[in-house]
């Protein structure tokens, strides 16, 4: 019985805290919401984050019913008005934009392991080792420089610089 009575007690503190401080689990929310924008990258996540933002302030003086009215009407804003702005500066270049594996043709790389003419070898750029073939008819030899000019899966195909 004392044991029950000890853990009500414990639980309404609790309750207390977190009803006197919902600035506290505002800010729980915000950051929770940007963390898990982390893994999803589209700034969808980043608008409710606002919102907890603008709730933090609120919870000082408005009741938790118009807290969470003004979190809802401040993400839905933000979806509207601040997301479309930030994806648009995100992706200036529009569709040409290359990424991966496309981003490398053009780009100069070290030859790593020999290139036979009907082989294949590999070649250093920026760091990375791609598997690499080329259409030239001699072999490239390690050392050399060598432009990317196409691709086809992972494999990069070079010619001598």
Known sequence: MKVAINFNKKFNAMIEFITSNLWVVWTIVMFCCLILELSSGDFFVTCFAI????????????????????????????????????????????????????????????????????????????????????????PISKGQKVEVIGQESIIVTVKPV
């Open 51 to 138: 919102g907890a933002f603008v709730s933090i302030f609120t919870s000082f003086v408005l009741p938790f019913w118009a807290q969470v009215l003004i979190w809802a009407l401040c993400s839905i804003l933000s979806i509207r008005l601040i997301r479309p702005r930030l994806i648009e500066r995100l992706h200036k270049s529009g569709e040409d934009r290359v990424s991966n594996i496309d981003a490398l043709i053009g780009r100069v790389g070290t030859v790593i392991e020999s290139i036979e003419p009907d082989g294949s070898g590999y070649v250093k750029i920026d760091g990375d080792e791609w598997k690499a073939v080329s259409n030239v008819t001699e």
